[in-house]
């Protein structure tokens, strides 16, 4: 049961406008499928994926969910798509030039944003995805692994940590704010329970935290995307507002048409000190663009200065770099701008070298594999993430019956593969890896994600 009293809220804040938002909360719930380009190109997914496709107007390569369960097809589990909200992909789809940023995300599980982000800034960015609450940062981390993200580090830590380890370092920070979640009303029973006045102010002076230690992690001329997914004043353009008094060396920048056309003008509100809030911040309501309520703010930094703190030594011992060396030579072929690198005893890959946290780093990149008896055994994380560079492939198509038995953690016959580790590929898209010895493809999808 939707509170009476953010009902009332929102018929102060609404207006005339309010019976059609009122509406819409009876109304279900639509996902998105976001492409991942890296696999495969939305021209292929569209003529593969074998059901007709809408596309989100604002979002490219995004396309409203044609299915109910779309978590089930092997497309989901080799990465090829995220599902996502068409709303919450609104934010950084109206977010200009991220190619080749060193980047932060600040609050980043699921990851829905986070993979979205990782895209946007390609191959020469990076990107740190931080999750505070541990059980969210696997779960972050299984959905980087399964997008196969070769640019992004994961650590659990908290925003007043990273603030000391990174002053002026990163070129643009994503602070998708723990929120009191309003605009998730329709979605999830349980943010309807949780809901209270007190709640909203509680989430406001966290997120004012969080803010201003977004801002200390700001480089030279950089922008913090603030967004949220909840509609109360106190969260969005209240917060921005004082945000931008306490801190007159930013201002807001505009988002991309497109995504304007799909959102409302912020909320003017008694008090206001920066009245651009009203056109420059954006609102997406479920009764204007199909999705979920969101709120989202760009804060463009002038000036300032940029600290970069270069990898640590690599401190490989004579056997861990051969076994490394070793296991490349004999199943990849990894382009030169590719660096092998070692965090904590476990070999990672890395296209920029930049220090990582620490403390609380869950994964400093794609990890090579685990140092076992004088091999190494590789990650699940290597076959999503590189798969195309193995030496061996085992290529699939979707509707291949075994790719069925494949994701049961079967083993597999093949024919014309060395002995080895290969990729497995479905229609071109690595979704895992396979050791073949004589003919038998022994499986290595990882147990928890097996589908029986």
């Not at 060193?102 to 979205?116: E, M, N, R, S």
């Not at 949780?194 to 230690?213: F, G, K, P």
């Amino acid at each position: 049961m939707i509170p009476e009293a953010f009902l009332k809220r929102m018929e102060e804040l609404l207006g005339g406008e309010y019976p059609a938002f009122s509406a819409s909360l009876g109304e279900a719930s639509l996902r998105a499928l976001r492409v991942n380009a890296a696999k495969m190109s939305p021209a292929d997914f569209a003529a593969h994926y074998g059901t007709p496709l809408r596309s989100v107007p604002y979002a490219p390569n995004a396309y409203y969910c044609p299915d109910e369960k779309p978590g089930r097809h092997p497309y989901h589990a080799a990465g090829v798509y995220y599902v996502q909200d068409p709303g919450a992909m609104a934010a950084l789809a109206g977010v200009p030039a991220l190619s080749g940023l060193i980047c932060l995300d600040l609050c980043a599980a699921p990851g829905g944003k986070t993979t979205q982000l990782a895209e946007r800034i390609g191959k020469d960015g990076y990107l740190l995805a931080n999750e505070i609450n541990t059980p969210r940062c696997r779960i972050l981390q299984g959905n980087i692994e399964r997008m196969g993200c070769d640019n992004v580090a994961v650590c659990n830590s908290d925003s007043k940590s990273l603030a000391k380890e990174y002053p002026d370092f990163f070129d643009f920070i994503l602070v998708d704010a723990p929120c009191s979640g309003e605009g998730m009303f329709r979605k999830y029973e349980i943010a309807e329970t949780e809901w209270s006045e007190e709640n909203v102010r509680i989430c406001a002076a966290r997120q004012t935290e969080i803010l201003e230690d977004a801002a200390k992690m700001l480089a030279e001329d950089g922008r913090i995307l603030y967004s949220t997914c909840t509609f109360s004043l106190e969260e969005n353009e209240m917060q921005i507002d004082a945000f931008l008094s306490r801190h007159p060396e930013f201002t807001l920048s505009p988002f991309d048409a497109a995504v304007c056309e799909a959102t409302a003008d912020g909320i003017a509100f008694a008090g206001a000190a920066h009245p651009d809030l009203l056109l420059l911040s954006r609102r997406f309501y479920p009764h204007l663009a199909k999705g979920e309520g969101q709120f989202f703010a760009l804060l463009s930094k002038s000036g300032g200065v940029t600290r970069r703190r270069s990898a640590d030594p690599v401190r490989f011992t004579a056997e861990e770099r051969r076994l490394c060396d070793d296991f490349i030579k004999k199943n990849l072929d990894l382009p030169k701008e590719i660096f092998l690198r070692l965090y904590d005893g476990t070999p990672y890959l890395t296209r920029v070298e930049l220090s990582l946290p620490r403390h609380r780093v869950f994964s400093p990149g794609v990890i090579l594999g685990s140092f076992e008896r004088g091999r190494i055994e590789p990650h699940h994380q290597l076959f999503s993430a590189y798969g195309y560079c193995f030496k061996r492939k085992l290529s699939l198509t979707k509707d291949d019956p075994r790719v069925a038995k494949y994701l049961a953690g079967e083993t597999l016959a093949v024919e014309g593969l060395s002995n080895g580790y290969a990729a497995v590929l479905i229609d071109g898209a690595p979704i895992g890896g396979v050791k073949i010895v004589d003919g038998v493809a022994k499986n290595h999808y990882p147990r928890g994600l097996r589908v029986r």
